[in-house]
């Protein structure tokens, strides 16, 4: 959907690996007007969560698909 962005590295098993530098790259999401971030949930825990931008973290890529679809 409009406004949603994906951020993370995908494993050959399906797994969404972890990113570096998560709290930056929401920080530049939320100026370039995205409203929804899909981000390795294992990256979540040093980022404060925020009103602006809805985070949702997933461990596989499967749990994208039920997300968006």
């Given at each position: 959907?409009?406004?949603?962005l994906l951020?993370?590295?995908?494993?050959?098993?399906?797994?969404?690996?972890?990113?570096s530098?998560?709290?930056?790259?929401i920080?530049?999401?939320?100026?370039?007007?995205?409203?929804?971030?899909i981000?390795?949930e294992?990256?979540?825990?040093?980022?404060?969560?925020?009103?602006d931008?809805?985070?949702?973290g997933i461990?596989?890529?499967?749990?994208v698909m039920?997300?968006?679809?």
């Amino acid at each position: 959907p409009e406004g949603t962005l994906l951020v993370g590295e995908v494993g050959l098993a399906g797994e969404v690996r972890g990113v570096s530098h998560l709290a930056a790259r929401i920080g530049e999401v939320k100026k370039m007007g995205f409203t929804r971030c899909i981000v390795p949930e294992n990256s979540l825990k040093p980022v404060k969560k925020t009103k602006d931008i809805e985070l949702i973290g997933i461990k596989q890529l499967s749990e994208v698909m039920d997300i968006l679809f």
